[in-house]
């Protein structure tokens, strides 16, 4: 079974830039998960869809942030315009429909560097 | 605001012996708790969970504890191995589909 896939892996910009993360989750997974890690914290959820609805997005900075799932299978999310403090590791992440094990699907992740 | 706190940024631990990772919380609406693993340039992994009606769950070399009273949970590898070695995230959520608040990680550190 294929794992989540994202790209790119690493990109660098300068602030103000814009830049676009792709997620493509496992197939099947109707739960979709973009995580926000920075360095020595833990994971934070930025924005979660059910399908091509949203669920939550309540720690999504939504004035430079922004993220779709419209097929309901692959999602992107963007930063426009980046900020210095937007450096981050973007996890996406899945999880079938009805799990009731709590247990998501990690990808590697995409690691963002704003300069 | 903090509500899952590992206070224990690193831990080493000699092969063959006991590795306790522990994990504090504050909100008491947590009831579904799980760890994960994370190497280098990867994402975390699954690596147990335990619902709040539980105490204790057992899956192989890993066990963890759960104490509802003190708002606390402990993961513990018996035997460590080598390939243990990784940063491990404690996560909640009320209830199995909502979303998981992690901790800040505990580095662990196998040695031979």
């Known amino acids: 079974e294929a794992g989540v896939a994202q790209s790119p892996r690493y990109k660098i910009i300068e602030k103000r830039q814009s830049v676009a993360f792709w997620c493509n989750p496992i197939s099947g997974h109707a739960t979709l998960y973009w995580y926000q890690q920075i360095l020595g914290q833990g994971p934070k959820l930025l924005i979660q869809?059910?399908?091509?609805?949203?669920?939550?997005d309540s720690q999504l900075p939504k004035d430079r942030f922004s993220a779709e799932r419209l097929k309901g299978v692959d999602s992107t999310l963007k930063i426009q315009p980046a900020k210095l403090e937007d450096s981050a590791v973007y996890l996406c992440?899945?999880?079938?429909?009805?799990?009731?094990?709590?247990?998501?699907?990690f990808g590697e992740g995409s690691r963002l560097t704003v300069l | 605001d903090q509500q899952v706190k590992q206070n224990s940024p690193s831990l080493s631990v000699q092969e063959g012996r006991i590795s306790i990772l522990n994990c504090d919380y504050t909100?008491?609406?947590?009831?579904?708790f799980l760890w994960y693993k994370k190497y280098p340039a990867e994402g975390p992994t699954f690596l147990i969970s335990i619902s709040s009606i539980k105490d204790k769950n057992e899956d192989g070399r890993f066990t963890v504890f759960l104490n509802k009273s003190a708002k606390h949970l402990s993961l513990h590898i018996v035997p460590s191995q080598p390939g243990d070695s990784a940063v491990y995230f404690c996560?909640?959520?009320?209830?199995?589909?909502?979303?998981?608040?992690f901790g800040t990680g505990t580095r662990l550190q196998v040695t031979l």
């Open positions: 996560a909640a959520s009320t209830g199995t589909a909502s979303k998981l608040t």
């Open positions: 909100n008491s609406m947590f009831d579904y």
């Open positions: 992440a899945s999880s079938p429909r009805g799990a009731n094990t709590g247990e998501l699907f």
């Open positions: 869809f059910q399908n091509n609805g949203v669920v939550d």
